[in-house]
């Protein structure tokens, strides 16, 4: 059964840096994209980072651009998230998906989820 578990999740203040981790098991990087999204509370799903895990190219939302690295340790089935120059905006439930097969940044076309980890940024 195909598993996604993210880590890394933390509190911290603006300006700050942290790495989210996604392990995923009994997974193999067979499908096209795999991607990071985030949820704060009453809004919508947003893709904040995808990757094509074949062609190894990478899709990032505008408010993240510069800011945030996804990559890839394929040795590891690990995918991650590296965020730097942390904003209170940037405040929500980090949700790793795979599965992907276009629209990189549309959660609508993710078929696998993880539980999420939680990042909140205080100014």
């Known amino acids: 059964q195909v598993q996604l578990v993210e880590s890394g999740g933390s509190s911290l203040q603006t300006g700050g840096s942290l790495r989210l981790s996604c392990a995923a098991s009994g997974y193999t990087y067979s499908t096209y994209l795999m991607g990071w999204f985030r949820q704060a509370p009453g809004k919508e799903r947003e893709g904040v980072a995808a990757?094509?895990?074949?062609?190894?190219?990478?899709y990032y939302a505008d408010s993240v651009k510069g800011r945030f690295t996804i990559s890839q340790d394929n040795a590891k089935n690990t995918l991650y998230l590296q965020m730097n120059s942390l904003k209170p905006e940037d405040t929500a439930m980090y949700y790793c998906a795979a599965g992907g097969i276009s629209y990189p940044l549309n959660a609508l076309g993710y078929n696998t989820w993880g539980q999420g980890t939680q990042v909140t940024v205080s100014s």
């Open positions: 990757r094509n895990t074949v062609g190894g190219g990478t």
